[in-house]
């Protein structure tokens, strides 16, 4: 990029040599045009491009001097070269700041998916436990006589005894019914049908 820039640089200067200046000034040869950018490049600074001066009699170099045209050129250039180094600065910072970013939401996908593993695992561990409780319950409904179930069963919580009576033997949990009031058997059934 910064090669480009230079060239791009180098070629601006070339044309504003070769157009901008009166024509009695309008380099002859390509020898007189190759000095003429590089003193405009060390005039400016623009070590890039600037070679060692040549001077016809071997003395010190001559200083050019620009028409106003030229130097009004010449700063713009310079104006646009800033803007553009400025801009990749920008650029990059912005890369460099979206990449975080980017990197930030990756660790955070991560985690959650982490977490939503834990949480399914949790989940199945606690149905797992879940099951073996209502087992033993089951078992301990189907070892009582049905009088005792049927006024043990009648104080839980519907869904419980729902899940209870589905897991016992039809014939127990017919036996446990039998003995509860017509009411609360009435509406136990009505849950286990919908079940």
């Given at each position: 990029?910064?090669?480009?820039?230079?060239?791009?640089?180098?070629?601006?200067?070339?044309?504003?040599?070769?157009?901008?200046?009166?024509?009695?000034?309008?380099?002859?040869?390509?020898?007189?045009?190759?000095?003429?950018?590089?003193?405009?490049?060390r005039?400016?600074?623009?070590?890039?491009?600037?070679?060692?001066?040549?001077?016809?009699?071997?003395?010190?170099?001559?200083?050019r001097?620009?028409?106003?045209?030229?130097?009004?050129?010449?700063?713009?250039?310079?104006?646009?070269?800033?803007?553009?180094?400025?801009?990749?600065?920008?650029?990059?910072?912005?890369?460099?700041?979206?990449?975080?970013?980017?990197?930030?939401?990756?660790?955070?996908?991560?985690?959650?998916?982490?977490?939503?593993?834990?949480?399914?695992?949790?989940?199945?561990?606690?149905?797992?436990?879940?099951?073996?409780?209502?087992?033993?319950?089951?078992?301990?409904?189907?070892?009582?006589?049905?009088?005792?179930?049927?006024?043990?069963?009648?104080?839980?919580?519907?869904?419980?005894?729902?899940?209870?009576?589905?897991?016992?033997?039809?014939?127990?949990?017919?036996?446990?019914l039998?003995?509860?009031?017509?009411?609360?058997?009435?509406?136990?059934?009505t849950?286990?049908?919908?079940?």
């Amino acid at each position: 990029m910064k090669n480009k820039n230079k060239i791009i640089i180098l070629g601006v200067l070339l044309v504003v040599t070769c157009q901008a200046r009166p024509a009695y000034s309008i380099p002859s040869s390509l020898d007189e045009l190759s000095e003429s950018v590089k003193a405009l490049c060390r005039d400016y600074g623009l070590e890039f491009c600037a070679g060692p001066p040549k001077d016809a009699a071997g003395d010190t170099p001559k200083k050019r001097e620009f028409t106003e045209t030229e130097k009004q050129i010449l700063s713009r250039l310079v104006e646009q070269s800033e803007q553009i180094k400025q801009r990749e600065m920008e650029l990059s910072r912005r890369e460099a700041q979206f990449k975080a970013f980017q990197e930030d939401i990756q660790r955070q996908i991560s985690q959650l998916e982490k977490l939503q593993k834990k949480i399914a695992d949790d989940i199945s561990k606690k149905k797992s436990q879940d099951q073996v409780k209502l087992d033993k319950a089951v078992s301990f409904y189907a070892k009582m006589d049905a009088a005792t179930a049927a006024q043990s069963i009648a104080k839980l919580d519907q869904s419980t005894a729902v899940r209870i009576l589905t897991r016992m033997k039809d014939k127990q949990a017919s036996e446990v019914l039998a003995n509860m009031g017509p009411d609360k058997s009435a509406e136990l059934i009505t849950k286990i049908t919908k079940k």
